[in-house]
């Protein structure tokens, strides 16, 4: 499956935010190690945000997060945030899978 991983980001400051990634990557590793293919919209986003002024960021990296996590068969949610709630909302109105734990995720076969 790909399997979208989503938790927050956004935070107060630079290290704030490069930790909330760091433990969407962690969870993505575990998910590959499972067999499947994980995927995380912020990684996705990121490079392209950057490019942009500093006001334009929030809109494209949620944008590019929503319509990479669309693509998806199911999420693993990791935490709680406006804009991984709504990643959520995505898969659960497709009535695919939401999984709250790694243990939760099956190994692919």
Known sequence: MLIAVAGPYSAN???QK???L???NAAAAQVY?????PVIGV??????AIMLPQNDRRDVINE????????CDAILMIGSSPGADKEREIIEAKGLPVYYSIDEIPYCT
């Open 43 to 48: 990684n996705a986003a990121l490079p392209v």
């Open 18 to 20: 490069q930790s909330n």
């Open 13 to 15: 400051t630079e290290e």
């Open 64 to 71: 590019i997060s929503f319509a990479v996590v669309e693509k």
């Open 22 to 24: 760091d433990a969407m």
């Open 33 to 37: 190690l499972k067999g499947h293919i």
